[in-house]
């Protein structure tokens, strides 16, 4: 008996090892490197005001340097120059223009990562960016004269009220979007709207409220280095293990009494891997939801319980909170619906980014499925 048990051992121990390697597995993840870019950009410029839309278009040109943190979000210091227009009508049409140099920082968003999920290569992004910075305004000789011909016509030298000259300094507000094409991984070509807002002095006009004018450009970007690198990262990935467990029972009868099997089946996991911001389950991640499902179907009395997770090297515990949650709900409602199983046999919980089941960042992105 003790030389059969030995055997059996053996079998089971075997049989362990075997399993522990098949949880190895390794997966091409994308991971994003922070970057530093530059970027050029030329196109027109419209001055809000009381004359035709087409009389107040004139020249503008942006050079910027930028640094993107991750995904989602970074940082741009530019310049924008090159030439304001204003004008007036008193039954006698007046326009003057004016040279300006605006510095500015911008906080970059990028939109199509933040709801689409981060995806390496991909052609086409959408970002918002908001900004602050110093106008100065010189040149101003125009409105000079335009104010002594309004004023010598009309008799009324205050109707440029706010005229100014020499170099002026002010704040500037602005925010727009940006519309990038990827030509490659290094270059990229553009479209970006901005709105700007600057006080009422700007024009040299007494309107009772801010100036604004309002930037179409277009341009090149230039990355300094890759955006993202490939790497392999291991995955668990454990197999459905049976182990038959062998209970010997002695009875005390005259007659022999054959021993008596019971059959244990262990626990299933399945840790369903989703990309950055995405609450979507890929086709190669879906075959873990089907071995669930199996595992429930071929065990009626099995539950299981599904924790979502989020990593925290993105986003802030607010929104890290909702992806935990949407990505376990994803999977119950994917193991209702599409496999017919119980939502009775299901219990869902999220820990956000306070629990990091992994050392790898990119794997806490993650719902860990427990069937027993």
Known sequence: MKFNKMILSGLLLGASLC???????????????????????????????????????????????????????GVRLGVNA?????????????????NYVAPSADLTVNLSNLTCGYKAGRKFNVSWFAGIGANIAFGNDEAQDVNAAIGAVSL???????????????????????????????????????????????????????DWFFNGLLGVKYNFSKTYTQKEVLVPAAPERVVERVIERVVEKPAPVAAVTEKVVEPLRRDIFFTIRSTSITSS?????????????????ATVEITGYADKGTGNATINKGLSEKRAQIVVDTLVKDFGISASRIKSDSKGDTVQPFEEEVLNRVSICIAK
């Open 19 to 73: 399993a522990n390697a098949q949880q190895q597995k390794t997966e091409t993840v994308d991971v994003f490197n922070p970057h530093w870019y530059i970027q050029a950009q030329i196109g027109a410029q419209h001055t809000l005001g009381e004359i035709s839309f087409g009389d107040l278009i004139s020249p503008n040109a942006q050079l910027s340097a930028g640094y993107n943190f991750n995904p989602v979000l």
């Open 82 to 98: 090159w030439e304001s227009k204003a004008g007036w009508e008193t039954g006698t049409q007046y326009e003057w223009k004016w």
């Open 156 to 210: 009324n030298s205050q109707n440029l009220s706010l005229l100014w000259d020499g170099t002026k300094v002010r704040v500037q507000g602005r925010t727009g979007l940006m519309a990038d094409y990827n030509i490659s991984d290094r270059w990229s070509v553009g479209l970006e709207v901005q709105a700007n807002l600057i006080n009422d002095h700007y024009n040299s006009k007494q309107a009772g409220n801010s």
């Open 285 to 301: 991640e879906m075959q873990k939801v089907k071995d669930i499902a199996d595992y429930l179907k071929a065990n009626p009395k």
